[in-house]
């Protein structure tokens, strides 16, 4: 099995690993898929285009350094990578060596079980732009073996870690709850917390926590091999940046729903399968929009795409109505001078709700997307659809 895995990563990803005899390598599909959805997770909650430079950490590396290697194979990352355990980390430094990555991947030893699992003030660093970590699943050594002969499956599901790194005195759910603690006080020095999750019922628990707490912003998924191990990643944020529909409620619906986060993509129009229907419909969201005082608008044309912010609601009737009555009495609101898109966001313009509206293009027909990219008031994005809706109603057929 462990041969197997090195083949993987050998022929997949061009690294190489080795650990003590003592260990197994990390089962690679579940780990990459955990890498693939944290990269669209970054990539989606943010203006810049995808695979840019990213910084994130590792808490408990293991002795395989698993994710660092598989991150920085694939993207321009670097990262830094903890762990208590000593062994791990001598392996886990001679994999990055015999990968030379040393230049993008940093080792810290934690000396105790009670250390910060995010100490980006012992590490030197401001902020970070992920956490990622794959916690102790059991809370005792009795618990992860009694689970173990449950399984009627292949090593492919074994466990392959120290026991520091499986079993921890409440399990998975006192484990994440630590850092959801960690990031109230840390916050937007982080911009996503995330983590993978053994249990559904831990990730049933961990939502209810970041409810508890005002976070409105998260992302859940689930990751299915085949027929093999089931696991499960959950991701927190404080910042305004919203994940694309199927990166957050990853998920299907129907058990699941209590747990999902909101929905942030709305279907405006639909257009049928003539293609000379779309130009008007891209020159009515344009104008419509651009009348509209944003703090920016960009549309792009030959991608049938626009962007959008706002500092709120002036697209409501009230809004209108306040702004005649400030012509009427002389007043004059302050004007802005809005930034492309693409550019860095000001910090002096409070914006309240991000957009993005696009139009996918098919043989049977097109359609008018919304998406809400930014800020955590639900009803402005509900309230600007109902208004596109009402708007681009006559260009339905």
């Given amino acids: 099995m462990m041969q197997l ?3 993987l990563l050998k022929q997949h990803f061009d690294l190489k690993v080795e650990l003590p005899h003592d260990r197994l390598c990390p089962p690679v599909p579940n780990r990459h898929n955990y890498i693939l959805w944290l990269k669209d997770l970054m990539d989606t909650t943010s203006y810049a285009p995808p695979g840019r430079k990213l910084c994130g950490l590792d808490v408990g590396t293991g002795a395989s350094c698993i994710y660092p ?9 670097c990262f830094v990578a903890t762990d208590i355990d ?7 430094q001679k994999n990055i060596e015999l990968n030379q990555l040393s230049d993008r991947i940093r080792l810290i030893k934690r000396e105790s079980p009670s250390d910060p699992l995010v100490p980006l003030d012992d590490i030197g660093v401001e902020s970070i732009d992920f956490v990622m970590m794959n916690p102790p699943f059991y809370t005792s050594e009795d618990e992860m073996l009694s689970s173990a002969k449950k399984k009627e499956r292949p090593p492919h599901s074994a466990c392959t870690g120290a026991p520091v790194e499986m079993v921890c005195d409440g399990g998975e759910v006192a484990y994440v709850g630590r850092m959801v603690r960690e990031s109230l006080v840390l916050r937007e020095r982080v911009q996503w917390y995330t983590t993978m999750l053994g249990k559904v019922t831990s990730l049933d628990a961990l939502v209810e926590q970041l409810r508890e707490n005002g976070i409105d912003n998260y992302a859940v ?7 093999k191990t089931r696991r499960w990643a959950l991701g927190w944020s404080f910042g305004a940046m919203r994940p694309e529909e199927q990166v957050a409620r990853g998920m299907t619906p129907a058990p699941y729903r209590k747990i999902l986060p909101p929905v942030v993509s709305m279907e405006l129009l639909k257009l049928g399968p003539d293609k000379l229907l779309v130009e008007p419909v891209m ?3 344009n104008e419509l929009v651009g009348k509209l005082e944003l703090i920016s608008w960009t549309w792009e044309g030959s991608a049938q795409r626009g962007v959008g912010r706002a500092r709120e609601n ?3 009737r009230a809004w209108r109505r306040k702004k005649a009555k400030e012509k009427t009495e002389g007043k004059t609101s302050a004007t802005f001078s809005a930034p492309n898109c693409h550019d860095k966001v000001v910090k002096e313009e409070q914006c309240r709700f991000g957009f993005v509206i696009e139009i996918t293009i098919k043989q049977w027909g097109s359609k008018v997307l919304l998406r809400w990219v930014e800020g955590h008031d639900q009803a402005l994005f509900e309230s600007f659809g109902g208004f596109l809706q009402r708007e681009l109603k006559e260009c339905a057929v």
Avoid: M
Wanted: proline share 3%; aromatic share 12%; hydrophobic share 40%.
């Fill in 5 to 7: 895995t090195k083949t």
């Fill in 69 to 77: 290697l598989l991150g920085t194979a694939q993207r321009p990352w």
């Fill in 86 to 92: 000593a062994k791990s980390l001598s392996y886990a």
């Fill in 221 to 227: 998924t689930e990751f299915v091999q085949g027929n």
């Fill in 283 to 285: 020159k009515k969201i």
């Fill in 314 to 316: 002036v697209w409501s």
